[in-house]
C-alpha cells in the first residue's frame, strides 16, 4: 500500500517539477494525466486502497502523501507565467479532491480504456477551468 501511494505522489512530485514556468492549462494538464495514468497503472492496486485505507489504520499516510503532491502542485502553481494572483489553498486543495474524487468513482467502476480517457479529459477541463477562476486577478 505504502508503496503504490509513494509511487503516485512521487509521479505528480516530478510531473510537477517538470511543468514548472509553463502556462498554467498546460501544468494541470500535465499533472493530471500523470496522476490518472498513475493510478491506473495499477487500478487494481488503486481500488483495494480505496477500499481499505481508512479501515486499516493509515489515514496518516494519505494525509502525507496529500501534503506532499499539495506542497507540490503549489509550488508549481506560483511558477505559472500567465496567471494574475497566486492560488489559495482551497483552490489547491480542491483541485486534488477532485482528481482523488474522480479517480475513485471512476476506479469502481471498472470503466473500459475509452471511459478513462474521456474522463481524464474532463478532469484536465475542470481542473484547468478551476484553476483559470482561482488564479484570476480578483
Known sequence: MEEHVDR???AVESACE????????????QVVEVFVDTKMDRADVS???????????RPE???RVGQRMRKAVEAMLHSAPDTM???DAFAIDTMLAAMSGTMRSM???RPSPTTVRKHREQLVLLCQSD?????AQR
Open 61 to 63: 499516510l494519505v494525509k
Open 131 to 135: 484553476m483559470a477562476a482561482a488564479t
Open 47 to 57: 481500488v483495494g486502497l480505496y477500499k481499505v485505507a481508512a479501515d486499516i489504520g
Open 85 to 87: 494572483s497566486a492560488p
Open 107 to 109: 476506479l469502481e467502476a
Open 8 to 10: 503516485v505522489a512521487t
Open 18 to 29: 517538470q511543468a514548472r514556468n509553463k502556462p498554467l492549462a498546460e501544468m494541470i494538464k
